[in-house]
């Protein structure tokens, strides 16, 4: 068994159920429990783990076997900032490049390293944007290794920062639902919305509906009252 201290860079259940990620100052670390049996814990949280440590795919991980191996030191710290590049196995980095293709839950990334796969889990609690093919973008997430090479794992909507012809988009919501808009460049006016105000009245439209019925009773009445058999029966 071994002992090492870590800030938390992904919570548990953001990424999966079972596991959830440190920094210890040096490399990135995930910290796995078959039972995803975790105490609280949030972005930033300064933990220290007990446990078995193994490789998997060659990420190392720490694999504990209650709730207790894991101990909250401090909470409400700071993540550190991402590393660059796909090397860092179980690391927070960031990549920039333009997207070469999105399909499902992949999109890859044409950088200045080569191409990189972004990945977006089933487990997220938001919906990831579909970006057009040649967006600039800046993808934050943690490298994890799979049997086609690392990918980058984002972790939130704000991990996604996109530009389309040079104008930056907003990506994600406060609902845990995910837009993607383009901001203008200068202020627009907002369509208006008719309400019932705006409607011509229906009061007045049952008004004239009457008065128009009436008027046609009125002739019709006249019509028959002026008639020669009318007259006649006099």
């Known amino acids: 068994r071994i002992e090492i ?25 995930q910290i796995f429990s078959s039972q995803a049996m975790f105490p609280d814990l949030d972005y ?21 076997s209650a709730m207790g191996d894991v101990e909250v030191v401090s909470a409400g710290g700071t993540v550190p900032d991402p590393l660059s590049g796909t090397h860092n196995l179980g690391a927070l980095t960031q990549i920039q490049g ?15 390293i080569g191409t990189v ?7 997220l609690d938001w919906d990831p944007p ?11 997430g943690i490298v994890r290794n799979y049997s086609d090479g690392p990918r980058v794992l984002p972790r939130m909507p704000e991990d996604l920062q996109s530009q389309i012809s040079g104008k930056p988009m907003v990506l994600g919501a406060q609902d845990g639902t995910s837009r993607a808009t383009t901001l203008p460049t200068s202020p627009s006016k907002e369509p208006q919305l008719i309400t019932s105000k705006d409607r011509f009245p ?6 004239i509906l009457l008065l128009a019925s009436g008027y046609g009773g009125y002739m019709w009445w006249k019509k028959k009252r002026g ?8």
């Open 98 to 112: 333009s997207v070469d293709e999105f399909i499902r839950q992949r999109m890859v990334v044409n950088t200045t």
């Open 44 to 64: 930033g949280d300064t933990v220290h783990v007990r446990g078995k440590k193994s490789t998997a795919q060659g990420e190392e991980k720490i694999n504990i």
């Open 5 to 29: 201290e870590g800030v938390v860079s992904v919570p548990p259940g953001v990424l999966g159920r079972q596991f959830f990620y440190i920094w210890n100052g040096k490399a990135g670390m």
């Open 117 to 123: 796969t972004v990945f977006f889990p089933r487990q």
């Open 130 to 140: 579909k970006l057009p093919v040649g967006t600039t973008t800046t993808v934050t």
């Open 227 to 234: 008639s020669p058999s009318t007259l006649l029966g006099r």
């Open 202 to 207: 229906w009061w007045a439209i049952v008004t």
